[in-house]
């Protein structure tokens, strides 16, 4: 113990003395230090050229060695996404009527023709090949005047890659109709939709109608054909529900060189899909559609008219209505997709807002999206809800809270600014330090840009997280200004005014400085241990904010405190403190402007200390939070959830809630990848789907799967007639099996799933398979305790089947799930580092174990009291409140260690001397609870769940910490405190709790320039703790300096 003391009066009398020597320097040379801190500051400024943003969340919230990035390199290399998603969900009373198809296909419309920069959705829309050899609208083909089966040419919505029509459809054609007559082929029953039907109305048309003038001049010879006239508006029978019941019958198959001929000129169209398709987009069709053929097309329809890919439109629609037969006959949502490719040649837009991931995007398809938000959300109908979810909706609608919040954040600066104001100074015109507060604020912003500057110049980015950073430096930092001005007043009642004015500020940091450096300290270290983490989000965080409190606290006593020598030879010469050209003459101050109220509200609350039943009133209070903070502790739920990173009254919030309602089962979509792959690999593929259909027939954690693999199969059977997969697994009959299914209709849609080693080209064999995919749908998980097992599910049913050497599942939501499986660890541990941190620096200042373990149970308490009230709050544990909570560790140690320290130094009785604490430092405490509070105030009022879980966080700190602080433990002190004999011996000569007078003796370190003053009261640590002290000479020849018999701390009585 006694070790313990000579290293802590080692450790205070140098810094003094460092102290000391450094404000009689910046008093004469004030000037200098403040051109040094302002290059110092515009000199860490150069670290901006290295400034960037980042707000994708896999490079934010989860390591960087984590599967979820490694696979995601992977996947920029494969499957590169350039394609953006832009859904809407369109909800009514019953989607299912005319009224709401009418009202879906204009707003269809309007969307379809937003125009950017020349634009439209037809020229920065992703396209797609129709599946159907003969399902095409294109003018250049032989076809029916249909309403039927095919939709009509839209020249918006679809492009046409033929290039030589004259010659080569013409051959395909005639090809055709040459293998048809020698094989007796009838391919009016393969394709009833392209070929002309006996029962129907037929008339003349030309084999090429509206292909062009020219063409058709050299066409006359051309024969006429019959062409029909339909009688039905929806082909039921191509596209709806097969029979499946009975015998399969052999489909002749299209001789594989003139189905090629045909298939490489597809014409293609707008990836997009909505109930609008079965009527293919044609507005008399949708105008004249009855409720009733609504109904039907929804239940009976497996196929695209539009696009002739297979189509639940059931899944489309959402808060369903079934009668007793399990037919839809109502629903209350249906949805829109449109889908954007944005090409490889244009000019990315990478700040593209706050959210968590981002997108590629250039500035054309921003505006477009930016378009169609606007369109979708003046949608007005009664009885219609329209939300829209563009790919920019997140980023977008996440950064405009926090953008929207720097509003709140200048009032919160206005607030602090008024009461640093008030606080500084006293109310009057000579003494008004208002200026003086300007330079303590303006010291504050210098000191985040230092600290951004050198975090940036470190590599560190700049996430949404740091959008809370200046109330925390605002709140925190501008405490070392309080007790600088405070250690002012101090002397200046105990010092004569014919001390220098460099003398004076020297003893003012003297003791200030100490002060200061002990909070900083503990505050520097809660928040640097956050840079022990795995998330480099946190650890960005954490390093930029310990940097920005280290700046504050070098700005305070540097950049602060020469102004303050500056301040002072104003008021000495008269100058006012709003108009400083204007000079006072013999100016008095009213007599209401010395009142201390903070030292009147003390006074009366420590009578309460001599009291036991308040005393056990309290202990009974302290334990009640304790146990409704341990009930909360143990149901809080662990949830990373990027949705509430929204704004709840946003509209992507909205949507969000929409979907959640109408659609209880769409989770997320996931995709399993492959490496390379070949005809061996296909056993372990066989094993694998297997598994993931099992998983789908006894409804665990996914709803189904669209696998490639399983469609194949299918082809294999009913067109190429293998009696399994087996047959064709082999070097020479799956590359081309595999070929001849992606040019299929069947197979058409899967093309995108796979990378080559070559070209693929139909007629010819597949090339050798670099990579793939098929996608899964999960169910929608409630939290961790459910998504965490269904991951872990799937990702062992991959690596168990080894189907690659590279094989495994992605989804974006991964990045969040991963932070669930790592977010408690990482709290507890850093919460762990933390209060070792903090027992160390406390055990090392205030040298005693006792008061220690009473300063680390406070903390404690305080911390299993916010946690288990955040649960009651509604928060859960992610990953903005785990980094407030680390943060809160080293706030709310400030309340603790203060009473322990003061109550270690005070002489008397266990009362005795918790009453003394208070009453030297209860009305510091509060007062730096106070002014953190009123800095984070106004995020009460926020729309941004970062700065709502900031306030929520810190105003429970505020709360119990100033509890623990000033309440239960100079109770508890008052009870088990430390005592020794010595402080009952002058217990006995002391006037606590009866004069307001008490005096502090520290040992000084005397070299040269410093005044030798034995028994010096340590004024940093009185201006801190709100002494007023009335005489600093205390005569005590026998006390030793440095390593002397008493401790440093005394609290010494002189009549």
Known sequence: MRFLEKISHFIIGGLEDIFYRWGKFLALHPYPIVLVSLALTALSGIGFIRFRQEHQANLLWIPAESPYNLNQDWLDVHYKKNRRDQLIIFSAENVLTPESLIQMYELQKAINQIEVNGKTFKDICTRVPIANLFHTDDKRRRRRETLVTEPIFDPTLSSDPILDPTLSIESALEDLEETAVKNETNYAEIWPDYYNSEEEEVEEANFWPDYDADYSNEREDVELVQVIKPKVRINYELYGKKNNTGPKKSIKQLPRDIKCGIVTRLPEKCLQSSLLEIWRYKEDLIYSATQQEIIDAVNLLETSPWFSFRMNYTSQLGGIVRNSTGHIIAAKGAQMYWNIAVPDDVELVHSQGSGVELELADATTLAWEEQMIQITLNISHPGVKVFPNAAKSFADVSADAIFFDAIKMAIGYLLMFTYTVLILGKLNTLELKFYLAITGIVSVGMGLIIAVGLSSAMGYPYTPMHSALPFLCLGIGIDDMFVIVQCWFNMKKEESDTLPLHEQIGLTLRHAGV?????????????????????????????????????????????????????????????????????????????????????????????????????????????????????????????????????????????????DDLYPNNGWEAEMYTGRLNHTNMEKMEAMTNKFQDLVDNKMYITGTNSWWRDLKTYAREQKNYSSWQSFANPEEFPMILSDFLFSESGTTYKGNFRWDGTLECGKPAPPIIASRFSFSFYIFDGPEEHI???????????????????????????????????????????????????????????????????????????????????????????????????????????????????????????????????????????????????????????????????????????????????????????????????????????????????????????????????????????????????????????????????????????
């Not at 960005?540 to 305070?556: D, W």
């Not at 404690?860 to 009291?865: G, I, K, Q, Y």
Request: hydrophobic share 50%; charged share 15%; net charge neutral.
């Open 789 to 1055: 097992p269904a991951k872990r599910m799937v990702d062992s049913i991959v690596a168990e089947a080894g189907v690659s050497e590279t094989a495994f599942t992605h989804v974006k939501i991964y990045a969040a799930w991963e932070t669930d499986e790592i977010i408690g660890y990482e709290l507890w541990r850093n919460i762990g580092l933390a209060m070792m941190c903090v027992a160390l620096v406390t055990l090392v200042l205030i040298a005693n174990i006792q008061i220690c373990l009473f300063v680390v149970t406070s903390v404690a308490l305080t911390l299993a009291d916010i946690v288990g009230f955040l649960h009651f709050w509604g928060l859960t544990i992610d990953i903005i409140s785990c980094i407030t909570i680390v943060l809160a560790v080293g706030l709310c140690v400030d309340y603790s260690v203060h009473i322990g320290h003061a109550y270690l130094v005070a002489k008397g009785t266990r009362v005795e001397k918790s009453m003394a604490s208070l009453r030297t430092i209860g009305s510091a405490v509060f007062n730096g609870g106070f002014t953190t509070f009123l800095a984070l105030v106004l995020l009460g009022f926020s729309e941004s769940q970062i700065f709502l879980t900031f306030f929520k966080v810190f105003v429970l700190t505020v709360v119990f910490g100033l509890f623990h602080g000033l309440i239960l433990l100079p109770v508890v002190l008052s009870i088990v405190g430390p005592v020794s004999k010595e402080d009952l011996m002058s217990g006995a000569s002391s006037v606590i709790g009866s004069s307001s007078e008490s005096h502090l003796s520290s040992p000084t370190s005397s070299g040269p320039g410093s005044p030798a003053r034995p028994g010096y009261a340590n004024k940093g640590f009185m201006a801190e703790n709100g002494i007023s002290v009335i005489s600093d000479s205390i005569d005590n020849p026998e006390k030793k300096r440095g390593f002397g018999k008493k401790a440093s701390w005394d609290v010494e009585s002189k009549y």
């Open 515 to 659: 002060a200061v450096t002990i909070t900083t300290l503990t505050d520097v270290f809660a928040f640097g241990v956050g840079a022990v983490t795995r998330m480099p989000g946190l650890e960005s965080f954490c390093v930029c904010t310990a940097i920005g409190l280290a700046s504050i606290y070098i700005l305070q006593i540097s950049f602060f405190t020469a102004f303050l020598s500056l301040d002072e030879k104003r008021i000495k010469s008269g100058r006012d403190g709003l108009i400083p050209c204007f000079v006072h003459k013999n100016y008095t101050a009213p007599a209401w402007t010395n009142f201390d109220l903070s030292e009147y509200i003390v006074s009366k609350y420590e009578w309460l200390l001599n009291s036991w039943i308040y005393k056990i009133c309290i202990i009974l209070t302290s334990l009640s939070l304790l146990g409704f903070g341990i009930w909360g502790c143990v149901c809080i739920r662990q949830k990373f959830d990027p949705i509430l990173l929204l704004p709840a009254d946003s509209y992507l919030r909205s949507w969000v809630s929409m979907h």
